[in-house]
């Protein structure tokens, strides 16, 4: 058993698997780092994904015309790139490994991890976009590489099906249910019991709970609220806790969610 685990542990430090351990780093560097410089970029890069989308659907004929000055660059980048790396000529792909559908995976939770809190976390969603749309690229890219080539080819057809699976699952759970819904609902119990001990006692604290970032807890009309760092774009997000007979404050604007809870959002700073 001791040695099986060295093998696994050696092998995460082949040139294949670095992929995956630096996508699991970047990931948890934008979880836990809300206000660091890699959230930023990765809420960036979602919000320019974004436009990009809008104004494709809004004009499908000029929007690939506006983009092309900042989008030939980087193709001749990429063609200087492959010229450089690949020596021979191009073959067929093999097989998808482990390590690019565990990438793939991650880039899928992290898409449906950053549609489930209130306002939505960018950041997340700019991991997974990337990944999801950066991968296959690179996957296709590794596969001329003399280290791809002299391996051998995974084993099991299984393999190909495991990337449309996991991104069709990923497409039906943020667009036939609310993801941001469910994962409050499974946390509703505690954040409850958190909310009426923070009004029974008049003091409430910020930490992690029930797998949420509570911070700047204020007490509030007879309730309490908090924001969720690292959601939404222009404003602060959060929920709020207001029991029957308390009055909702006049700043901000609430969606109940029943039983006393409201999604809460400050007004756009813009």
């Keep these: 058993m001791i040695i099986d685990r060295a093998v696994a542990l ?20 934008v979880v836990a780092l809300p206000e660091g410089v890699p959230h930023l970029a990765m809420v960036f890069a979602a919000v320019a994904g974004g436009l990009f989308l809008s104004g494709l659907t809004a004009a499908p004929l000029t929007a690939p015309l506006a983009m092309l000055p900042f989008a030939f660059p980087v193709l001749l980048i990429a063609v200087v790139v492959i010229g450089a790396t690949v020596e021979r000529p191009l073959t067929r792909p093999r097989r ?12 899928c939770a992290a898409v449906v991890l950053g549609f489930s809190l209130p306002g939505w ?8 976009g990337l990944t999801l749309v950066g991968l296959p690229f690179a996957w296709l890219l590794w ?18 099906a495991v990337a449309p699976l996991l991104v069709a699952a990923t497409v039906l ?24 001990h923070a ?11 029930a797998g949420y ?10 309730g309490v609220k908090f924001a969720i760092p690292g959601t939404g774009v222009f404003a602060p ?16 604007s609430y969606v109940p969610l029943g039983d006393g809870w409201y999604d809460w959002e400050e007004h756009d700073r813009f």
């Excluded at 670095?18 to 780093?25: F, K, M, Y």
């Excluded at 998808?96 to 880039?107: E, V």
């Design 199 to 209: 009004l029974a006692t008049g003091t409430a604290e910020q930490g992690w709970v």
């Design 173 to 196: 759970t943020v667009t036939r249910t609310d993801p941001a819904e469910a994962r409050f609902a499974l946390a509703r119990p505690a954040l409850t019991d958190w909310a009426e």
């Design 121 to 128: 976390d960018y950041g997340l969603l700019g991991v997974g």
């Design 213 to 222: 970032h509570l911070t700047e807890p204020e007490l509030t009309g007879g």
């Design 237 to 252: 997000h959060g929920l709020a806790y207001f029991p029957p007979g308390t009055t909702l404050p006049a700043k901000g």
């Design 143 to 160: 596969q001329q590489q003399p280290a791809a080539r002299n391996a051998e080819s995974p084993s099991g057809r299984w393999r190909w």
């Design 96 to 107: 998808p490994g482990t390590s690019a559908l565990l990438g793939l995976a991650l880039g």
């Design 10 to 29: 050696r092998r995460l430090t082949l040139p294949g698997y670095r992929g995956p351990l630096l996508l699991t780093a970047l990931l948890a560097a």
